[in-house]
């Protein structure tokens, strides 16, 4: 007979899963949004440095022409699925403040860097913002600190030959004085639209025309803000070529998303690409309400790492189900095109430089970096018109470059059309199928930034149209819409 003690069944905990997947971090936890008073304040000042940064030490503007063109901008709590904030008492309120002297900006052209301060008795010790602009890393915000967590090192740049033909070099043969009808609606477009810098219309042969404003010229590198989305875009399409990524459908690698039990896994790049990875982040405002945010620049405000933070972000929406137009999913995309260089042991900024815009001889081209040294993928790029319009050409060309195959084939056709019913966004690019522009085709695409800066692909006429605008300024969109319909109906030769 067997006295020993009944052996007790195991204990069974019903709540987790005891199997441990190859990753088992799970999700990163989640940046929190400030939306305190001060904390706005202090990327009120932020953006401010960055803005006269880039207009000074990137754009290469004068002081006094900077001032005219810059524009206070207020800022709100970040908004929600539907709708954007109102900042209207907050934009009085920053006005009032520049008129009393509360705001100053100071330039320090030694060491290319901006400063803004905030004073207010209410908020204490003045808050200050400050930005510096770097070659080959564009304007770099850092806030309050005094300098970047890394070494802006000189990045070295392949440069086109200047006495190439462009597009393949730089040398651009002078453009015959545009027709009549054209020169009419050019002429229009740049009374009606203050801040324009410049409009180019080309073939993948030459340039047509192109026409500047008095402080427009054809070597200023000129914003791009949200147009660098399509340069994300279009590296993304690089690295699927190269088979250093798979398939746009595959789960999004990024470095901080490797654990399946994430619902971040079911994010896919396609759903990056589209805006539709249902990102947002959790709100705090001044009385500690917590709400859920979307919309929102912050990665143009804070002085923080970009890529940690868009990563960072949760999941608010279904993959794959809601349109929501917001910068961080770039980021996460910015974030695994680094993983994916470094990895492989080569140099971050050279390599992505040289994946795409060296390789079409697009010399002016920079991004900007953040304070940790990510060249941030979702906007705040730079280049010239002429620049900028040899990535259209690449488009028209099917992704094809001096006989070399860049892209995937059917890249094109994927990058520049929507997928979706609802919604006229495409990979990064804007396309005309709600008919934005009424006088364009259906299916002419764009790059797109938030103040009217645009790389228009008009794949069945064979021609390129890259318009630089100052930010904050409008553009007169319906001449914009005549020009380039115009220009449509001239037989080029």
């Known amino acids: ?163 190439r033909a462009w597009p393949h070099g730089d040398a651009v043969e002078p453009p015959r004085p545009p027709p009549s009808e054209l020169a009419t609606t050019l002429d229009a477009l740049f009374v009606s639209s203050p801040g324009i810098y410049g409009i180019l219309i080309a073939s993948p042969e030459r340039v047509l025309a192109e026409r500047y404003s008095a402080f427009g010229a054809p070597g200023r590198a000129t914003p791009s803000w949200s147009m660098t989305k399509a340069v994300t875009c279009t590296l993304i399409g690089r690295l699927i070529h190269e088979g250093w990524l798979g398939s746009v459908y595959d789960p999004a690698p990024a470095p901080l998303w490797r654990d399946p039990r994430s619902i971040h896994h079911l994010i896919t790049l396609d759903h990056l690409l589209r805006m539709r990875s249902g990102l947002g982040f959790p709100v705090v405002d001044e009385h500690g309400r917590a709400t859920i945010g979307f919309e929102n620049s912050a990665v143009y405000q804070d002085a923080a790492d970009a890529f940690d933070a868009a990563q960072r972000s949760i999941v608010a929406t279904v993959p794959g189900s809601v349109y929501r137009y917001i910068n961080a999913g770039v980021n996460v995309l910015g974030a695994i095109i680094r993983d994916r260089i470094e990895t492989r042991g080569l140099p971050y900024h050279a390599t992505l430089y040289g994946l795409l815009a060296d390789h079409l001889g697009m010399s002016t081209y920079q991004h900007s970096a953040d304070c940790t040294g990510n060249l941030v993928a979702s906007g705040s790029g730079f280049a010239t018109l002429r620049d900028y319009a040899k990535l259209g050409v690449l488009y028209l060309q099917d992704g094809v470059w001096q006989g070399e195959r860049l892209l995937p084939s059917g890249w094109v056709d994927y990058a520049l059309s929507p997928t979706h019913a609802g919604s006229a966004y495409a990979a990064c690019f804007r396309s005309n199928a709600d008919r934005s522009f009424p006088d364009l085709p259906p299916d002419t695409a764009w790059a797109s930034g938030a103040s009217d800066q645009r790389i228009f692909i008009l794949r069945k006429h064979r021609l390129v149209v890259t318009v630089a605008n100052e930010a904050d300024h409008p553009m007169d969109l319906s001449a914009l819409n005549s020009a380039i319909a115009t220009a449509i109906g001239i037989g080029w030769r």
């Not at 949004?33 to 440095?49: C, E, H, K, L, W």
């Not at 008492?89 to 009393?100: D, K, N, P, S, T």
């Open 1 to 163: 007979m067997n006295d020993a003690a009944p052996v007790p069944p195991p204990v069974v905990d019903s709540t987790f899963d005891s199997t441990r997947p190859l990753f088992a971090g799970g999700p990163p936890d989640p940046v929190v949004y400030d939306g305190s008073p001060r904390a706005i304040r202090q990327r009120t000042v932020n953006f401010a440095a960055k803005r006269f940064a880039d207009m000074m030490y990137v754009t290469g503007l004068d002081r006094s022409i900077a001032e005219r063109h810059f524009r206070w901008r207020s800022l709100g709590m970040p908004g929600g699925l539907s709708g954007r904030p109102d900042v209207t008492g907050g934009q009085a309120e920053l006005i009032a403040a520049h008129r009393a002297g509360r705001l100053t900006i100071e330039t320090n052209d030694a060491d290319r860097r901006a400063t803004v301060r905030w004073s207010d008795p209410a908020f204490g010790a003045p808050l200050s913002g400050s930005a510096i602009a770097r070659p080959g890393y564009g304007g770099i915000l850092l806030g309050s600190r005094d300098a970047p967590s890394f070494d802006p090192v000189p990045i070295a740049r392949g440069k086109p030959a200047a006495d």
